[in-house]
């Protein structure tokens, strides 16, 4: 490589050497957004069941209770718990009533979002006044993403909900939980696919339009070492779930 020489005007040579190129720097303008909040779909009935599955107790604890703490112990703070059929009430959780909840699971989708979206800690009417105070002070616009999870699938790991987080931080903006390669659930959608997401949320659903109108930005993340993704729907569910979960290592 040769460099140019020149003289100025007081006839010294010098030596012009050519500036490295600037470092190109990309930021996506949501990477600030770390906060992941947990979003646990629990509104139903459950008709097949014969009363709200929430209130389902198993190995212990109500389904509801098992929900709160999958997302907690994976890693999402602060979470969201939506409510219908039945009243719950669980500490260091927002409790988002859906008063459309008879429409079915899109209809709680569309409340939890829109919940994030619109929370204000100094004003917030629609919050349980008995929840933790500190849990809705962490809901708004720090919140990158949400996981959701539905409260009838007590077999799902907390380390789907870790994995899931990892792929957002990692770049990914929809990243499902997949079990041998088929996509369920857990689901997290980054904040700039909420309106969408709400958008198209309708019936039992959920996030399924959405999903599979813009399959270019799902991330399937395999988590069939971490649990099963069995719904329990009836009263037989339960008991076969219960005896696998009993005959687990």
């Known amino acids: 490589m040769t460099h140019r020489t020149s003289k100025n005007r007081y006839n010294v040579t010098s030596t012009c050497r050519p500036s490295p190129p600037a470092p190109t720097v990309r930021v996506r303008l949501d990477v600030v957004r770390t906060t992941v909040a947990g979003v646990l779909l629990a509104a139903g009935e459950g008709s097949r069941f ?43 959780t927002r409790i988002v009533y859906n008063p459309a909840w008879r429409t079915g699971m899109g209809s709680s989708l569309r409340a939890a979002l829109q919940a994030l979206i619109d929370a204000d800690p100094d004003a917030d009417s629609d919050a349980d006044p008995d929840a933790d105070p500190d849990a809705d002070s962490d809901a708004g616009p720090d919140i990158g993403a949400a996981v959701v999870a539905l409260a009838d699938q007590p ?21 499902v939980a997949a079990y041998d390669g088929r ?27 959405f999903l599979r109108a813009r399959p270019d930005l799902v991330t399937l993340v395999e988590c069939g070492d971490t649990g099963r993704p069995d719904d329990i729907d009836t009263p037989a569910d339960l008991a076969r779930i219960t005896a696998a979960a009993d005959e687990a290592p």
């Open 50 to 92: 014969g009363q709200p599955k929430a209130l389902v107790e198993f190995s212990g604890q109500t389904l509801a209770e098992r929900g709160v703490n999958l997302l907690r112990a994976g890693g999402a703070d602060p979470i969201l718990v939506v409510t219908g059929a039945a009243s719950i009430e669980l500490s260091g």
């Open 155 to 175: 077999l799902v790991g907390p380390q789907a909900v870790t994995r899931l987080i990892a792929a957002y931080r990692g770049g990914s903006g929809v990243a």
């Open 183 to 209: 996509p369920r659930n857990p689901v997290l959608l980054a904040r700039e696919h909420w309106p969408e997401v709400i958008a198209t949320a309708t019936g039992d659903q959920g996030a399924r339009a």
